[in-house]
């Protein structure tokens, strides 16, 4: 079945960067985009970042604009977001998803998700 393992999260300073990761199993990764959520406390969830399944296109929320970069290497099954100067309001569980369709139907998956906390 489809699974979506993200890591990468952790606490880090005001300006500092992380790099999670999420690790892609049960479907043809290469035939898909991937895209980055994040979900801070109290609110809703947000798109952060989008990547067309063979790595030609991103797309990023304002938020993310200039500071996150998404990657993804389709020998590894493996989708990438690169966040430097973090700020506060970055502080989220942040998600990996992506949508499949099989037979005309769409389904989304999600990860469990990965906390970053940015605090001094």
């Known amino acids: 079945q489809v699974q979506l393992v993200e890591s990468g999260g952790g606490l880090v300073q005001p300006g500092g960067s992380l790099r999670l990761s999420c690790a892609a199993s049960?479907?043809?990764?290469?035939?898909?985009?991937m895209s980055w959520y994040r979900q801070a406390p109290g609110k809703e969830r947000e798109l952060v970042a989008t990547i067309t399944s063979a790595g030609a296109s991103t797309n990023y929320a304002d938020s993310g604009q200039g500071r996150f970069t998404i990657s993804r290497d389709n020998a590894k099954n493996t989708v990438y977001l690169q966040m430097n100067s973090l700020k506060p309001e970055d502080t989220a569980v942040y998600y990996c998803?992506?949508?499949?369709?099989?037979?005309?139907?769409?389904?989304?998956?999600w990860g469990q998700g990965t906390q970053a906390t940015v605090s001094s």
């Open positions: 998803k992506t949508r499949t369709v099989v037979g005309g139907s769409a389904l989304d998956y």
């Open positions: 049960g479907f043809i990764f290469s035939r898909y985009a």
